[in-house]
């Protein structure tokens, strides 16, 4: 007679535990952070924070720790140094006038202007003097004397 052996079913491998990677660090889940979120600020794909994160699907709750790469800090690429173009001329701010309206009205792009005048912010002043783009037909008050040209007279 055949001897029947039970097999056991149902029963698995043990995993290992799982561990975040060596060079992350802790970061508590704030309110608003999704999984996405925080992926995206880490620069890292959803998949790979779930797995480094032993996390089989992306929902967080409020305090719960999961880990995120170090950024290191991208290194900042030497600033423009800021400065008019050589064919800008100087103008006088008048009352009223806004770092806006003088973007439009000069046709250039504000942070072409404010580069242009060494500006970190959009506050002006009345009698402030300004390099601006020359203009063919200028609606302010600008700081250039136009050359007089002789008048011919009529024999």
């Not at 880490?42 to 950024?71: D, K, M, T, W």
């Amino acid at each position: 007679m055949p001897t029947l052996s039970a097999t056991p079913t149902g029963t698995r491998t043990p995993r290992a535990p799982c561990r975040p990677p060596a060079d992350w660090i802790p970061y508590r889940v704030q309110p608003g952070d999704t999984a996405y979120r925080l992926a995206t600020l880490a620069g890292i794909s959803v998949p790979r924070f779930l797995e480094a994160n032993c996390l089989r699907h992306p929902a967080l709750f409020i305090g719960q720790r999961v880990y995120l790469p170090v950024r290191l800090p991208t290194p900042t690429p030497n600033p423009t140094p800021c400065g008019p173009p050589a064919d800008w001329v100087l103008y006088t701010v008048q009352p009223g006038e806004t770092l806006y309206r003088l973007s439009v009205r000069f046709g250039v792009p504000l942070s072409d202007l404010m580069q242009a005048n060494c500006l970190t912010t959009l506050s002006l002043s009345a009698g402030q003097r300004l390099y601006v783009p020359p203009s063919p037909t200028p609606t302010g008050t600008p700081d250039v004397t136009p050359a007089l040209s002789p008048t011919p007279t009529a024999p």
